[in-house]
């Protein structure tokens, strides 16, 4: 499944933010300008917990990848 991953600092791996709900990629897959868009996070970013280290991160919207792995 599609998702939105972000990358620890701390250890430098890849944790899920949020997974890509089917529906907007059948809209991607329908109209191929259609750009899947990025969760939108609050201007002081959003605290999440790395679930490898248990570093607490900072994410940010410029922080987030698309990932289908």
Same mark, same amino acid.
């Given at each position: 499944?599609?998702?939105?991953?972000? *990358?620890?600092?701390?250890?430098?791996?890849?944790?899920?933010?949020?997974?890509?709900?089917? +529906?907007?990629?059948?809209?991607? $897959?329908?109209?191929?300008?259609?750009? *899947?868009?990025?969760?939108?996070?609050?201007?002081?970013?959003?605290?999440?917990?790395?679930? +490898?280290?248990?570093?607490?991160? $900072?994410?940010?919207?410029?922080?987030?990848?698309?990932?289908?792995?």
């Amino acid at each position: 499944m599609p998702k939105w991953v972000a *990358i620890c600092p701390g250890c430098s791996k890849p944790f899920l933010y949020e997974e890509i709900a089917h +529906s907007i990629l059948e809209l991607a $897959r329908r109209d191929p300008f259609n750009i *899947i868009r990025k969760p939108v996070i609050a201007a002081g970013g959003d605290l999440r917990k790395c679930p +490898s280290c248990k570093t607490k991160v $900072r994410v940010r919207s410029f922080d987030l990848t698309y990932s289908f792995l």
